[in-house]
């Protein structure tokens, strides 16, 4: 529904938008073509006017000989905002330069281009570079000219306030806190106009996974046509007349003053959309570090952790946390939002070669699990979980009010939470094997 005085917002945001862009503007230290950054330690960036944000080669990791060419915080440590070169670091000794033709170029030591914006600039010449209060590093043709390309138009895994997303815009998590290449999750602003939260590396996790949140702003007439995240700190999906149709933050929750706090909203790398603020006024030594204003979580546990695992949110620090239930480890051992193996014999080998596997029946306290492969009605809790132990196609089982759920191998991930009422039943191998099939 849309809401009340939502034009009028709607024209003082862009208001303050063009107002903000003229101020800046005016205060601006343009850089012109020729110049370049080189990737060294305590090497120089290129600042906005007020210093809050730095363009350069941002060590990678505190490893002394990589680095990745970004936009961050200048005053904070570490917090990065936006990366090229889809996130991968390169060698001391690359630079970055600003050229007339293909902008911003990338390139490692032996002088080999690893990235540019070329593709972007419409044909376009470049004659400015200029890195904004915003956070927004902007290319112009002339010093008064817009801009032919701006990182706000390519956003990576964060929102910055007065950042705007079109009609089939993107964010992108990364891969890991430590690895900044694409994740599995990304926000986006379909081309019907909804926005949608979605797991995108189908081929190992979800082939059919379905968005885990969605702002609903798809039914015509008034569909989505514009994400705006404004200089006040709201965030949300407006029609193509600027009628607001979803705010992301609820009416009751407390949006700190961007006057006074630093904002952030960034898709974190286990699927979180999560609004950040930091105090502009602190010293580097007190500890102040970041704080979460709000999570747009959706049904994040239905897709949030690999196949094989147990999910669980947790309220207060907004994060997702994930397990291997018993009898089970990490496929890879190093992601540990990835998919979990079973350590005993595959169920599906179950009876190859006339060797049958005994199982036992593990229960799993306070947890459910959505997507049930096989429902039978009108049995016992008993009969439920015999059914399991004798169907080799089973490798979980859940019993609620007389309804009998199976599940298969490469089941989705269960949600754990103590609120939870329910009992799943997970089927284990017991160490036993017969060339008789016993299924008690």
């Given amino acids: 529904m849309a809401k009340p005085l939502s034009h009028i917002l709607s024209f003082l945001t862009a208001l303050i938008l063009l107002l903000s862009?003229?101020?800046?503007?005016?205060?601006?230290s343009n850089i012109p073509v020729g110049n370049s950054l080189s990737a060294i330690i305590n090497g120089s960036s290129w600042l906005s006017p007020s210093g809050d944000f730095a363009f350069g080669f941002h060590q990678y990791l505190k490893h002394t000989n990589l680095f990745?060419?970004?936009?961050?915080?200048?005053?904070?440590?570490?917090?990065?905002?936006?990366?090229?070169?889809?996130?991968?670091?390169?060698?001391?000794?690359s630079s970055v330069t600003i050229t007339t033709n293909e902008g911003l170029i990338l390139s490692d030591p032996q002088g080999s281009n690893l990235w540019n914006t070329s593709?972007?600039?419409?044909?376009?010449?470049?004659?400015?570079?200029?890195?904004?209060?915003?956070?927004?590093?902007?290319l112009t043709s002339s010093s008064h000219s817009k801009p032919v390309w701006q990182s706000f138009e390519h956003p990576t895994d964060t929102l910055l306030p007065t950042q705007l997303m079109n009609i089939e815009g993107t964010v992108d998590s990364r891969l890991s806190e430590t690895n900044f290449t694409k994740g599995r999750f990304q926000l986006r602003l379909q081309q019907d106009g909804n926005a949608v939260l979605n797991v995108m590396d189908r081929t190992i996790y979800w082939p059919?996974?379905?968005?885990?949140?969605?702002?609903?702003?798809?039914?015509?007439?008034?569909?989505g046509k514009q994400l705006i995240y404004n200089v006040s700190g709201h965030m949300y999906i407006v029609a193509e007349d600027g009628t607001i149709l979803y705010n992301f933050i609820p009416d009751k929750t407390i949006v700190v003053s961007t006057r006074d706090y630093y904002q952030r909203v960034t898709l974190n790398f286990y699927?979180?959309?999560?609004?950040?603020?930091?105090?502009?006024?602190?010293?580097?030594?007190?500890?102040?570090g970041w704080s979460k204003m709000y999570s747009t979580t959706g049904n994040i546990c239905s897709v949030g952790c690999g196949f094989n695992s147990l999910c669980s949110y947790d309220d207060v620090a907004q994060s997702v946390g994930c397990d291997c239930p018993p009898n089970y480890s990490l496929i890879d051992p190093t992601d540990k939002y990835g998919s979990c193996k079973p350590d005993f014999q595959l169920l599906e080998d179950d009876g190859k070669d006339g060797i049958f596997v005994e199982y036992n029946l593990v229960p799993l306290q306070n947890t459910k699990f959505d997507k049930c492969d096989k429902r039978f009605l009108g049995v016992t809790e008993e009969q439920c979980k015999s059914s399991c132990l004798g169907d080799r196609f089973c490798a979980v089982v859940t019993w609620v009010r007389d309804t009998c759920c199976k599940y298969k191998p490469l089941f989705s991930c269960g949600y754990h939470d103590s609120n939870v009422r329910e009992t799943a039943w997970l089927k284990v191998g017991n160490g036993t094997y017969s060339t008789v099939h016993s299924p008690s």
Avoid: C
Wanted: proline share 8%; aromatic share 16%; hydrophobic share 35%.
């Fill in 21 to 28: 862009s003229s101020i800046s503007a005016q205060s601006r």
């Fill in 208 to 223: 059919d996974a379905q968005p885990y949140f969605a702002s609903d702003t798809w039914i015509p007439p008034n569909q």
């Fill in 68 to 93: 990745l060419l970004a936009i961050w915080y200048a005053k904070i440590p570490d917090t990065i905002v936006w990366y090229a070169n889809e996130g991968n670091p390169v060698p001391q000794g």
């Fill in 271 to 288: 699927g979180v959309l999560t609004w950040y603020y930091h105090p502009k006024k602190f010293t580097q030594n007190n500890g102040v």
């Fill in 119 to 138: 593709s972007d600039l419409n044909g376009n010449v470049v004659s400015y570079g200029f890195m904004s209060d915003t956070g927004n590093f902007i």
